[in-house]
């Protein structure tokens, strides 16, 4: 037991560490990677999800941006606005991020699915792949919200740090249109009781 413990903690250390070197390479997601992995626990919890489902979806948090790896820094640090051609190319990092890790053996499908697809919306107008409404996998469905509620609420070079009330309502409002929207009173719920 103890050392089925260790080899369980070893991979989450490493998975971290990979979300780490991210953050050193994209300076503006600096602290990302340990807020999302805290929110999408709280989200879990609130879900009642544990167990391998709560380990993949943690996997996914951790790797989630493991393909902007492959996108060129002109791209990734530009501090203005993107082309529609530099945006493209910033959209494949949720392909490139399920191909680097389709060769990992122990990596559970759901995992995968939080990489490439947590960036679809519930309408169907995300990417990479235009799923829509439940053909989104519900672990990618739920860390969109979580992904995009660290980013509303950090401040970046394009843009201030919005408030935990003025994210709050953003999400309220995009529920049904880019959110699931009982997962997305889900969320809100687990950020604060009360918020709901």
Same mark, same amino acid.
């Given at each position: 037991?103890?050392?089925?413990?260790? !080899?369980?903690?070893?991979? +989450?250390?490493?998975?971290?560490?990979?979300?780490?070197?991210?953050?050193?390479?994209?300076?503006?997601?600096?602290?990302?990677?340990?807020?999302?992995?805290?929110?999408?626990?709280?989200?879990?919890? +609130? @879900?009642?999800?544990?167990?391998?489902?709560?380990?993949?979806?943690?996997?996914?948090?951790?790797?989630?941006?493991?393909?902007?790896?492959?996108? &060129?820094?002109?791209?990734?640090?530009?501090?203005?606005?993107?082309?529609?051609? +530099?945006?493209?190319? !910033?959209?494949?990092?949720?392909?490139?991020?399920?191909?680097?890790?389709?060769?990992? &053996?122990?990596? &559970?499908?759901?995992?995968?699915?939080?990489?490439?697809?947590?960036?679809?919306?519930? *309408?169907?107008?995300?990417?990479?792949?235009?799923?829509?409404?439940?053909?989104?996998?519900?672990? #990618?469905?739920?860390? $969109?919200?979580? *992904?995009?509620?660290?980013? @509303?609420?950090?401040?970046?070079?394009?843009?201030?740090?919005?408030?935990?009330?003025?994210?709050?309502?953003?999400?309220?409002?995009?529920?049904?249109?880019?959110?699931?929207?009982?997962?997305?009173? #889900?969320? @809100? $719920? $687990?950020?604060? &009781?009360?918020?709901?």
């Amino acid at each position: 037991v103890q050392y089925r413990e260790e !080899i369980e903690a070893t991979r +989450e250390a490493t998975f971290r560490a990979l979300g780490l070197a991210l953050e050193y390479r994209d300076l503006e997601t600096r602290g990302h990677t340990d807020r999302v992995v805290g929110l999408t626990r709280r989200f879990a919890n +609130e @879900l009642a999800i544990d167990g391998n489902l709560l380990q993949a979806l943690v996997w996914g948090a951790y790797l989630h941006d493991i393909g902007k790896v492959a996108v &060129p820094d002109t791209i990734l640090l530009k501090p203005g606005k993107l082309t529609d051609e +530099e945006f493209a190319v !910033i959209r494949q990092h949720t392909i490139y991020g399920a191909e680097m890790t389709r060769g990992i &053996p122990f990596l &559970p499908t759901e995992t995968r699915q939080v990489i490439r697809n947590h960036h679809e919306r519930w *309408d169907g107008r995300g990417y990479p792949d235009a799923l829509a409404g439940n053909e989104i996998p519900l672990l #990618a469905r739920m860390f $969109s919200l979580v *992904d995009v509620y660290d980013a @509303l609420t950090s401040e970046r070079p394009y843009k201030r740090a919005w408030s935990h009330d003025e994210a709050v309502q953003e999400i309220r409002s995009q529920a049904g249109k880019q959110f699931d929207a009982e997962l997305a009173r #889900a969320f @809100l $719920s $687990s950020l604060v &009781p009360a918020v709901v």
